[in-house]
Each structure stands twice: as C-alpha cells, then as structure tokens.
C-alpha cells in the first residue's frame, strides 16, 4: 500500500502546485506509515524528479511517452491506473488543476473509489475513513467530507497547502506503458502557450485590471507593477471581452480560478462574478476610485485613488524593495 502523487510537468519543470501535493501525500503516507511515490508524466529532467525528495517523495516514477507532449486524458488514465497497480496505492493525491480535476472523476469510476476535491487540510484518518476539510461555494464556505472507499482520492486547492523542504532524493525509475491510438484521441494537434512571464494559475502574485483603467493604452500601469514585483497579470471578464486584453487572462466564475498569495485589483468594481474567481486568495489589495465600490467588502488592504495616480506609486515602492 502506498500513496501515489501525480506530479504535473509544464516545460520541463515541475509544477508549483506539484510541489505542494507532493509535500502533501508525504505527510498523508507518513500518517499512514507507508511510502510517498510520484508519477510523472512528460518531458522532464531526471535531476528535477530527483529534488522532489525535498517534499518527501521516496521514488518517482517516469512516464516519457513522445506521443504525450500535452494531456491527453485516455493516456493519462492508462498510465496512472498501471502505476496504482505497480505500487499498490491506496491513496492518490492530485492537485485541483486542469488535469487533476480531469483525471480525478474518472479515476474514482474506474477505482470505485472515494473523491474530493478542492482540499485545504490534512485528511483526519480514523481507521479505514478519511475526514478531510475542502473549500466549497467558490471559497465562501468549508465542508468537511468523509472518504470512505477502500481507495480515496484527494485533489488538493492550489496554495492551500505549505511545500516542504527538506534534505532527501527522490529514485526515480522509467516506466512506459502500452498506449494506442485510442488513448490518444482528443490529443491537441496544436499547442499555443500563453505568452507572459509568469504563469497565471501559478504565479504567487497576480496584479490584475478592469474597466476603471480605461483603455488597453493604460494596461503599462498593470504590467509595470506586475514586473517589479515578479507578478502574472490578469483582468476582468468585460476588458477581455472588450479585447483590452486576451481572453486566458479573465479570472473569475466563466474564467480562470485563481488563489495566489497576493491579489492586486486595480479598477474593478468586485462583482460576485469576478469575486468568484478571486476570493480564495490569502491576501487581496484593491485600487478603486469609488469607496463603495463592493470590491473594498473583500479586501483585505484598500487604497481609495485613481489607478493613474496609484498604480505608478506602487510600481516605484516595489523597485525600491528590490535594490
Ligand atoms: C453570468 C455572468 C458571468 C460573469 N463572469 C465574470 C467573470 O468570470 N469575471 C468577471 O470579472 N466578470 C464576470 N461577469 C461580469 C461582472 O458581473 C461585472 O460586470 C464585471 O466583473 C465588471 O468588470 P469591471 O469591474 O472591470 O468593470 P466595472 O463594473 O465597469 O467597474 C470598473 C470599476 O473601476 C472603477 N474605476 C473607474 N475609473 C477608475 C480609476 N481611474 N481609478 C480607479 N478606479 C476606477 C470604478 O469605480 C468601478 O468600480 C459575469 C457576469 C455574468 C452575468
């Protein structure tokens, strides 16, 4: 028995959300007296699986299948339930991603297992059960649900959980498995990347504007603050249906869930619908010209001021930190 972590690649790196369901499922096998073992996908260098023994995984696994330089679900799938065979897993942990929402549901049909997603905590173990606390209602609300299935699968929130970092290597070991061109329908033809240097659905910062900047013209203000302070950008749903901005950079409920550490809005009123998006974010900073604007309900830090003036203000500060 052992607990399997599905480690996510993104250009031969190891996800950052990767590093947090490792450190995650090495403190769920600990608990349960057992190993921590990653299955990595894709192409990756093997010193890069190696250093995730600093989150506590004993072994990765590593599937390079060429015909797989993006997910393809069927193929994902096949690999993933051959290593829960492999390795005899009990427990697997995800991350509440674009692939882990994917693979979850239909692992746990094919597994008959347990599944929760959107985890923020340690599961309580009491004998054959798991408790374990995930966010519900876009982050307004916390649900506490028990797994009670022989095999249970966690996905856990983005930044919900602490990395670890700690001396160790991980072994890791080339597995392939038998894919065939069944596996791979639904495999994307064409991959465009997202243009930007930082990672949305990763990044740590996430300076973000709306209609209050008042033109694309403006947007500088945005990506001058988000370069000093090593920031993704991002938008309202209006800006990029407008065409100010592209439309992978729209968080909220018909965009991008996002929940970094920091969260800067700059001219946006805080809608429900943009909030739904946002609201998980530990802290959240809002620029706004108006004081009743509704999103200062769920700021944390709020500046009452003209984007023009403020944006350019802060930009200098964060320069200033970094010399
Ligand atoms: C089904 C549905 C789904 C939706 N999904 C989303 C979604 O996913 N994401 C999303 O964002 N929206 C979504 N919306 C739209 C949402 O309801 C709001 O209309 C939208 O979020 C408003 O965008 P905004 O705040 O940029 O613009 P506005 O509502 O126009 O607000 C602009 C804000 O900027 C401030 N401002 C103006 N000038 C300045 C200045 N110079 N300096 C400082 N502040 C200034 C104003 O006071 C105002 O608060 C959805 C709507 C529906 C009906």
Excluded at 45 to 53: H, I, K
Excluded at 109 to 129: C, F, K, Q
Excluded at 196 to 203: D, F, I, Q, R, Y
């Amino acid at each position: 028995m052992a607990v399997l972590v599905l480690i996510e690649i993104a250009d031969g790196l190891v996800r950052k959300s990767s590093l947090e369901t490792a450190s995650y499922g090495a403190q769920v096998a600990k608990a349960l007296g057992t190993e921590a073992i990653g299955l990595a996908i894709g192409e990756v260098p093997a010193a890069e699986l190696q250093s995730l023994g600093r989150q506590g995984l004993q072994k990765v696994y590593h599937n390079n299948e060429s015909r797989l330089p993006d997910f393809v679900p069927g193929a994902y799938i096949k690999i993933i339930l051959q290593t829960v065979q492999t390795v005899q897993a009990q427990v697997i942990i995800l991350s509440t991603s674009n692939i882990g929402t994917a693979v979850g549901s239909r692992l746990a049909i094919r597994l008959g297992a347990s599944l929760a997603t959107n985890v923020i905590a340690l599961p309580e173990i009491a004998g054959d059960t798991f408790k374990v606390k995930k966010s519900v209602f876009s982050g307004k609300a916390f649900a506490d649900v028990v797994l009670t299935a022989e095999t249970k699968i966690i996905a856990v929130k983005k930044n919900a959980v602490e990395i670890l970092e700690q001396e160790g290597s991980a072994e890791v070991e080339a597995i392939s498995a038998d894919i065939t061109d069944t596996d791979l329908i639904g495999a994307p033809q064409e991959t465009i990347r997202a243009t930007g240097e930082v990672l949305l659905t990763e990044a740590d910062v996430v300076v973000s504007g709306g209609r209050g900047l008042r033109g694309p013209e403006n947007w500088h203000l945005i990506e001058d603050l988000a370069k000093a302070l090593g920031a993704a950008t991002a938008c309202s749903k209006p800006v990029a249906d407008i065409g100010w901005r592209p439309h992978h950079e729209h968080v909220g409920q018909t965009g991008i869930t996002i929940s970094p550490n920091l969260y800067i809005a700059a001219g946006i009123s805080g809608a429900i619908q943009h909030l739904a998006g946002v609201n998980s974010s530990k802290v959240i900073v809002v620029i706004n010209k108006d004081p009743e604007a509704p999103f200062f309900k769920a700021a944390d830090y709020g500046i009452v001021g003209d984007v023009a003036e403020v944006l350019p203000k802060l930009t200098e500060a964060a320069k200033a930190l970094n010399q």
